[in-house]
């Protein structure tokens, strides 16, 4: 039996939810990962250090006795965050970076920045504080085709902002072009990315294999099979501007199979397995534990794990759904078989 012992890894960009949600997905995320960044796209959003700290003594409180986990929170900025509150983020020591998403461009991002210039003075004292910006890097543009939101915002906001603030830690998160991954490359060593396990092993065509499959639907979009092939190449490379994200964001069922659906793939309850796979595919398993487990807390300035976790080679079935409230939720690529476990 093929086995494969890692680092305990770390997820740098997660959806946990709130309530019965969060108690429903939160043991998966424990049970794999050490830390995650944890999303604050919550309605109302995570917009001040006191939010931060009471959705983290949420989660807390919902962590099942016997796992360990510790939440990284972040900070939603709105067109009003102030730097008082950047400077107390900073402070605070359980903050540890600081969400845009352009208003509009996914869930709950209606709170979210009208125009990137307007958050100029926050940048700079970001930049000061050095505390990282997370970017959800999509234009909004309804006139910009939705395959192109991330490749508009490179050339249009982000080359810009990076050279008003060059000191600015920035991590472009869930990246899915190859234009991301040529931005990031030719970028100074305080521009990192996160990559998920759906944008390494999937194509836009699996959104459409027999017909439309609303289960594989988040944002950004699942691209063309070239930019896949970039994105893996990336994860794979040993460079360590690209660590693991999986961007894990659930949505009930009922809420996705429908005529408007959400964005968003639930992947916790098989991060590891899944990453593995796609490691796996390009012959680069050896890769796999500076992608999850160093990169990630080295950019984040955080110590590594040490505890170990164990893969092994083993074919089990993705099951259908697991336990969420009101409908239950589809795990990325339910009912299928996958070759690797988490035991
Ligand atoms: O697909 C997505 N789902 N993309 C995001 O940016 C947000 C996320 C969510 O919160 O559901
Ligand atoms: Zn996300």
């Known amino acids: 039996?093929?086995?494969?012992?890692?680092?305990?890894?770390?997820?740098?960009?997660?959806?946990?939810?709130?309530?019965?949600?969060?108690?429903?997905?939160?043991?998966?995320?424990?049970?794999?990962?050490?830390?995650?960044?944890?999303?604050?796209?919550?309605?109302?959003?995570?917009?001040?250090?006191?939010?931060?700290?009471?959705?983290?003594?949420?989660?807390?409180?919902?962590?099942?006795?016997?796992?360990?986990?510790?939440?990284?929170?972040?900070?939603?900025?709105?067109?009003?965050?102030?730097?008082?509150?950047?400077?107390?983020?900073?402070?605070?020591?359980?903050?540890?970076?600081?969400?845009?998403?352009?208003?509009?461009?996914?869930?709950?991002?209606?709170?979210?920045?009208?125009?990137?210039?307007?958050?100029?003075?926050?940048?700079?004292?970001?930049?000061?504080?050095?505390?990282?910006?997370?970017?959800?890097?999509?234009?909004?543009?309804?006139?910009?085709?939705?395959?192109?939101?991330?490749?508009?915002?490179?050339?249009?906001?982000?080359?810009p902002l990076v050279s008003r603030f060059p000191k600015l830690r920035v991590v472009l998160e869930h990246i899915t072009t190859s234009e991301a991954v040529e931005f990031v490359l030719s970028a100074n060593h305080n521009i990192a990315a996160t990559i998920t396990p759906q944008h390494l092993l999937f194509s836009r065509n699996a959104l459409f294999k027999g017909g439309i499959r609303p289960h594989y639907y988040c944002l950004p979009i699942l691209k063309r099979e070239k930019h896949r092939l970039v994105l893996l190449q990336a994860a794979t490379s040993g460079n360590p501007k690209f660590f693991l994200g999986t961007d894990s964001a659930p949505h009930a069922r009922n809420t996705k199979e429908r005529s408007c659906g959400c964005a968003g793939c639930y992947s916790a309850l098989h991060a590891m397995e899944l990453y593995a796979e796609a490691f796996e595919g390009v012959d680069a398993l050896d890769k796999l534990e500076a992608f999850a487990s160093f990169y990630g807390p080295d950019f984040y300035q955080l110590p590594r794990n040490t505890e170990k976790i164990t893969l092994e080679k083993k074919t089990w079935c993705i099951p259908n759904e697991v336990p969420f409230p009101d409908a239950g939720l589809v795990p990325l690529r339910a009912g299928e078989e996958i070759s690797w476990q988490f035991i």
């Open 1 to 159: 039996m093929q086995k494969l012992t890692l680092t305990r890894p770390d997820d740098w960009h997660l959806h946990l939810r709130d309530g019965e949600a969060l108690k429903a997905v939160l043991p998966h995320s424990a049970r794999q990962f050490a830390r995650a960044i944890v999303m604050p796209n919550l309605n109302p959003p995570i917009r001040t250090v006191a939010d931060a700290a009471a959705y983290r003594d949420r989660i807390l409180a919902a962590l099942p006795a016997g796992q360990t986990f510790e939440p990284l929170m972040t900070l939603y900025l709105t067109d009003n965050t102030t730097p008082e509150e950047i400077i107390a983020a900073k402070a605070s020591k359980f903050v540890k970076a600081v969400k845009y998403y352009p208003a509009g461009a996914t869930t709950n991002s209606d709170f979210g920045v009208t125009d990137i210039r307007k958050c100029d003075r926050i940048f700079a004292t970001m930049e000061q504080e050095d505390i990282p910006l997370l970017l959800h890097g999509e234009v909004t543009n309804i006139e910009v085709d939705v395959f192109d939101r991330e490749k508009v915002f490179i050339e249009k906001h982000l080359i």
